[in-house]
């Protein structure tokens, strides 16, 4: 007798999830009319026999911003280690979803995507975290307060520990995405200097803490 398909973690036993988004604004990055993007998030747990199995996920919500960037959370945990038993970073997302965190979660980790408008530029800010940020589609200029500014093309990965910094979207006819991986850090001192979250004005994020 074959061993049923059921998950360890219950209701969360479907197939994964496919995202399919229209092309143009309302898609994130630029491209050909009539033509769709399908943006693909798999999730594996263990059934009840401790074979891997992909679970379902909701469909990606897209938060649009008042200056028209748009955030979507991806996964998210809110302590390390991250517990998986019993589906309970699962549970930890899925509340987040319905109450958006801000940019970092204390104690977890949250995975972003962002998309940017063609020639938009973010507010300079800070997070007290640990950043992976990798772009997706597009050319994106990372800004440092200095004036400093690096181009970063698809594929492209910028760390950021903690520095204040922009991000601008380098085409004017093209949207881009990114993906950004952020981790708390422990409090920061620079020239003796407490440094403190500051998202510079950016529209619509609630703080971290």
Request: charge should be positive.
């Amino acid at each position: 007798m074959g061993r049923p398909a059921t998950s360890a973690i219950g209701a969360f036993s479907s197939p994964s999830t496919s995202v399919t988004a229209t092309c143009g604004h309302n898609a994130g990055p630029s491209c050909p009319p009539g033509r769709k993007q399908k943006k693909k998030r798999q999730v594996v747990a263990f059934d009840f026999f401790s074979t891997p199995l992909y679970i379902y996920l909701e469909p990606l919500i897209w938060q649009t911003l008042p200056d028209g960037a748009r955030f979507s959370l991806g996964y998210a945990t809110n302590k390390f280690p991250v517990d998986l038993a019993a589906g309970a970073d699962v549970s930890t997302y899925q509340h987040y979803t319905q109450n958006l965190p801000g940019i970092t979660i204390p104690g977890g980790t949250v995975l972003r995507l962002v998309d940017m408008l063609p020639g938009a530029l973010s507010p300079m800010h800070r997070t007290i975290s640990l950043d992976y940020g990798v772009v997706l589609e597009g050319e994106v200029e990372l800004v440092l307060d200095s004036g400093e500014t690096r181009l970063l093309k698809r594929g492209d990965i910028a760390i950021q520990r903690g520095t204040n910094h922009a991000w601008r979207n380098a085409s004017q006819t093209a949207s881009a995405r990114m993906m950004y991986v952020l981790q708390e850090a422990a409090p920061l001192k620079v020239g003796g200097t407490k440094l403190e979250e500051d998202y510079g004005g950016i529209p619509g994020v609630k703080p971290s803490k």
